[in-house]
């Protein structure tokens, strides 16, 4: 199974420019997250979805926005990107209705804001 | 905020054991989890600990203690392939997790 799919792999994104990043996972999972990862910093979160229809924020949220139109899908919108957000960003899924509801990764998007 | 405390970083010889350990503060708890990250690729699920006691998975153990915010993970009989970043994750009280900066592993022959 392909599990969870993140596009694009990388890009690198002129300051003020607006940008989606896609997640797509194939498990069913009821909850999704997006994460930024940054050198001695670790796994930061920035906006989490327990069910489709719902959204919350996270410990970093401001300059990003989401959605969760459908179970599957759980994009992440810069409306106008600028350096700090330079970042490796991981989408996330578990399913939290049993179990340990333990998170399962994407491959992530390697992010460049010039 | 949640506070979650692990070395940057550790070296072993192959064949060995590696410690890594864990403190954390956190508002609740709900559960520590411990991923492995190679450079440049996601982290991927190692082991997961709710209860004292220790977990033990193959060359993977993971410990943890409530009382005292501490866990650790025992990796042994070392291999190169473990060179990697190891994460510390706890799941607070609004079932959010909150991970360590991850120390690095290096095992050398």
């Known amino acids: 199974t392909a599990g969870i799919t993140q596009a694009p792999t990388s890009q690198i994104l002129a300051a003020g420019r607006s940008m989606t990043l896609r997640c797509t996972q194939d498990?069913?999972?009821?909850?999704m997250y997006w994460y930024r990862q940054d050198l001695g910093l670790g796994l930061r979160l920035i906006h989490y979805?327990?069910?489709?229809?719902?959204?919350g924020k996270g410990e970093v949220p401001d300059g990003y926005s989401v959605s969760r139109a459908n179970t599957d899908d759980f994009p992440l919108t810069l409306a106008s990107a600028v350096p700090s957000q330079t970042s490796v960003y991981f989408c996330?899924?578990?399913?939290?209705?049993?179990?340990?509801?333990?998170?399962?990764f994407g491959p992530g998007t390697r992010l460049t804001v010039l | 905020g949640q506070n979650i405390d692990q070395p940057t970083e550790m070296t072993a010889t192959e064949g060995a054991i590696v410690q890594i350990n864990c403190t954390y503060q956190?508002?609740?708890?709900?559960?520590l989890f411990w991923y492995q990250q190679h450079a440049g690729e996601a982290p991927t699920f190692l082991s997961y600990?709710?209860?004292?006691g220790l977990e033990e998975k193959g060359r993977f153990s993971s410990f943890l203690s409530r009382s005292k915010g501490y866990s650790y993970l025992l990796l042994k009989e070392l291999q190169m392939k473990d060179s990697a970043s190891y994460l510390c994750?706890?799941?607070?009280?609004?079932?959010?997790?909150?991970f360590g900066a991850g120390t690095t592993v290096t095992v050398r022959a």
């Open positions: 996330a899924s578990s399913d939290s209705k049993g179990g340990t509801d333990t998170q399962y």
């Open positions: 498990m069913r999972h009821n909850a």
């Open positions: 979805s327990n069910t489709a229809g719902t959204t």
């Open positions: 956190t508002s609740g708890f709900n559960g």
């Open positions: 600990n709710v209860l004292d």
């Open positions: 994750a706890v799941r607070d009280g609004d079932y959010k997790l909150s």
